[in-house]
């Protein structure tokens, strides 16, 4: 199978050290010295849990040609990187494109792929549930298991279904389906602001980020806050078990976090503000839209303006 994973960060060159394993004739689009660093060292992620180093030869492009032509184009962007692409994708061929990482637009770029595709387009959206960092040409890649994604059409399940379960027929990395992956996608998001608020507050040194208990409390206030916008606006709280948990054990799931802070792994997770922004600056129209007030969630996102 000809797959093209567009993106060569932390998520897309695990997913395409996990698709060139298998068999597949997978090509990655990098640019800029990253796409050196390809061509010369091949694809370099130091397992970090499994300590163990892979090395993949992978061909690598620096642009997608609108003949390029590809059985799954896999799209591992940052969220605010994702509309530069968007125009990119629709002039290409490829007809079956997936669009994974943090998104709060999911409709809209469906919407816009539908409208402008050069040739018919179907779209599905995921989560690949790994983390890490890029260093000295090389990923170091945070997983637990072979990887998972959690994947899911928007209006009907995956028409290129059966693309997507051949192409990780010969891999332990484990797809798992989702009916509500825009619901998901959201929960996920009020998650991830909140928290990465903090962090940056603090440059990534985490011994702050727990020494913070004020902050900490704000964290977790916030995010019942989020989980409460969401319900208020008829999104299911999926896994309705997280929201749950959140809400009702905030003292619990600080201290959870305080001690994951403290773990040497804390500090390999990679988050950029022009990514947070953009994810708040989203966030914020469902905010106006809910009548939930979002005291906590307010007071982080004030501070961090004033920070920025």
């Known amino acids: ?47 970090y849990l499994q ?4 090395v993949d030869r992978v061909r690598v492009i620096r642009r997608l040609e609108t003949g390029d032509a590809y059985d799954l184009i896999f799209v591992m962007m940052k969220y605010s990187d994702f509309g530069a692409v968007l125009p990119i994708l629709a002039e290409n061929v490829s007809r079956h494109i997936v669009m994974v990482g943090n998104n709060m637009d999911a ?26 960092t890029r260093t000295d040409g090389r990923v170091i890649c945070i997983r637990g298991g072979h990887g998972q994604m959690v994947i899911g059409g928007l209006n009907s399940p995956i028409p290129f279904r059966s693309l997507l379960d051949q192409a990780f027929k010969r891999t332990k990395y484990k797809l798992s389906y989702h009916d509500q992956i825009d619901a998901w ?3 996920h998001m009020v998650l991830v602001v909140p928290m990465n ?6 440059g990534f040194q985490m011994k702050k980020v727990v020494r913070d208990d004020k902050r900490l409390r704000q964290l977790v206030a916030a995010m019942g806050e989020g989980f409460h916008v969401l319900d ?13 948990s959140i809400i009702r054990y905030p003292r619990l799931v600080r201290w959870a976090l305080k001690l994951f802070f403290l773990l040497p792994i804390s500090r390999l997770i990679d988050g950029t503000d022009v990514e947070l922004h953009a ?22 996102e004030a501070e961090r303006i004033i920070q920025s």
Do not use: C
């Not at 395409?16 to 050196?36: M, N």
């Not at 779209?123 to 549930?129: E, L, M, P």
């Not at 600056?281 to 007030?293: I, M, Q, W």
């Open 185 to 187: 996608l959201k929960n």
């Open 51 to 54: 300590r163990k180093t892979t």
């Open 279 to 300: 994810l708040n600056y989203t966030f914020a129209e469902l905010r106006t839209k809910s009548d939930v007030p979002t005291p906590n969630w307010d007071a982080l």
């Open 232 to 244: 208020s606006l008829g999104y299911p709280l999926t896994p309705a078990g997280q929201a749950s």
């Open 197 to 202: 608020m903090v962090i940056l507050f603090h």
């Open 107 to 132: 409709y809209a770029m469906q919407d816009y792929l539908s409208k402008h595709g050069q040739s018919p387009k179907q779209i599905a959206f995921g989560f690949q549930t790994t983390a890490g």
């Open 1 to 47: 199978m000809n797959i093209l994973v567009y993106g060569a960060g932390v998520q897309g060159s695990y997913l395409a050290h996990v698709l060139i394993k298998s068999g597949h004739d997978v090509t990655v689009l990098a640019r800029g010295k990253r796409a050196e660093e390809l061509e010369k060292e091949g694809l370099v992620i130091r397992h």
